[in-house]
């Protein structure tokens, strides 16, 4: 008898039941619950809000680690723009796919997201160039104590009516460099005139964080506008 024949004997063995022994099977690894989770999350569970999110980290944490994103921005804000996107798709994503597809499609959005953050960076150097510019301008000003003396126009003259002008296209330009949540923030308090707790309604959070988005994304935009004539008067403050 050969080794061949002898391993087959033993393998068909039977075992006390009579039975021949099979090989084992591989264990199935069983697909996470993600609509679960993204159910109960909605409807305030947060401990599968902790579950969904502790699941998608290892994804997350590796797109945080990737050289075209940590060479423009730290790996921190990264994480913290991963993190934000992860959190809105929990909350607001219409109509998920499958279990099996969430985590592709969650991949997707956190590197869109973060890609998306790569072109404000760019945009945002490109305006504090023209700032610079500006501030070079002023200062380069020969006669600004003179100006100083001079009635400020009325607001129907040409030279207020471009100031305005300039005023609106600056501070747009400096809104679009924020995260699309701060900016639907400061558009929500400053613009539509809502309340804290509307816009905590409307977003899903509470009074607090979007009161303190508020304020982080003011901050921002005071960055940006600092170095701007216009509002060295102090007519913007956060």
């Not at 597809?101 to 973060?114: D, F, H, M, S, T």
């Not at 200062?139 to 003259?157: H, L, M, Q, R, V």
């Not at 300039?166 to 809104?175: F, N, Q, V, Y």
Request: aromatic share 6%.
């Amino acid at each position: 008898m050969n080794k061949t024949e002898q391993t087959s004997i033993i393998h068909a063995a039977p075992q006390k039941g009579g039975r021949p022994t099979e090989p084992a099977a591989r264990p199935h690894t069983k697909q996470p619950p993600w609509n679960e989770w993204l159910r109960l999350a909605r409807q305030g569970d947060e401990d599968a809000k902790l579950r969904f999110c502790a699941q998608a980290e290892p994804f997350i944490k590796t797109l945080c680690r990737i050289p075209y994103f940590t060479a423009r921005m730290s790996r921190e804000e990264a994480r913290s723009i991963a993190t934000l996107t992860l959190v809105e798709f929990l909350m607001t994503y219409p109509s998920p796919p499958e279990d099996k597809e969430i985590p592709a499609l969650l991949k997707g959005v956190a590197r869109n997201a973060l890609l998306n953050r790569v072109k404000r960076i760019r945009s945002r150097n490109r305006f504090e160039q023209r700032m610079t510019t500006l501030r070079e301008a002023d200062d380069a000003d020969t006669e600004e104590d003179a100006i100083e003396n001079i009635p400020a126009p009325g607001k129907d003259e040409p030279e207020n009516r471009a100031l305005q002008n300039e005023l609106r296209g600056l501070t747009a330009a400096a809104l679009r460099q924020l995260l699309p949540g701060e900016q639907a923030v400061i558009r929500a308090f400053f613009f539509q005139e809502k309340t804290a707790a509307a816009i905590a309604k409307e977003l899903r959070c509470s009074r607090q964080y979007a009161e303190k988005v508020r304020d982080t994304a003011l901050r921002k935009l005071r960055r940006l506008l600092e170095g701007c004539h216009i509002f060295n008067d102090g007519a913007f403050s956060c």
